[in-house]
């Protein structure tokens, strides 16, 4: 199985437990990545055959901005929902980032894998 990725995808949403956390907007980063065959595209080098990535950060990129979860742990199941009903995707890993949540750390978050892997 080959794998499309995308990598640090940034996107300002609305993810917090706390009051002060729920009137701005943080930026949260994605590390996608997704089973697909590529031998297709390949051959035919037309995009039609392919995992568009451009397609799926758009509306990654739609539905975060429009979110307003409290835990990363919610954000994450979604998006990873997302993208294996709408695209079509068997499965994935996902690394979803909080940049600067946690004083002392670059970034906090979760990891996890939805779907077969064949
Ligand atoms: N497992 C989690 N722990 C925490 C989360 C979270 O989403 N998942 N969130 C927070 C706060 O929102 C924090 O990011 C603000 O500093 C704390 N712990």
């Known amino acids: ?19 002060w956390e ?10 996608l990545e997704m089973a697909a065959d590529i031998s297709k595209g ?6 039609d055959d392919a995992l568009d990535y451009k397609s799926i950060s758009k509306r990654l990129i739609a539905f975060i901005e429009e979110s307003e979860f409290q835990l990363v742990e919610t954000l994450a199941e979604r998006v990873a929902a997302l993208v294996l009903e709408e695209f079509n995707v068997p499965w994935l890993r996902l690394r979803l980032s909080k940049p600067g949540a946690l ?3 670059r970034d906090v978050g979760v990891i996890i894998e939805r779907g077969e892997r064949s």
């Open 1 to 19: 199985m080959d794998i499309v990725y995308i990598n640090d995808l940034k996107v300002d949403t609305v993810i917090g437990i706390f009051d």
């Open 22 to 31: 729920r009137r701005i907007r943080q930026t949260v980063s994605l590390d």
């Open 42 to 47: 390949a051959a035919t080098d037309h995009i």
């Open 103 to 105: 004083r002392g750390a």
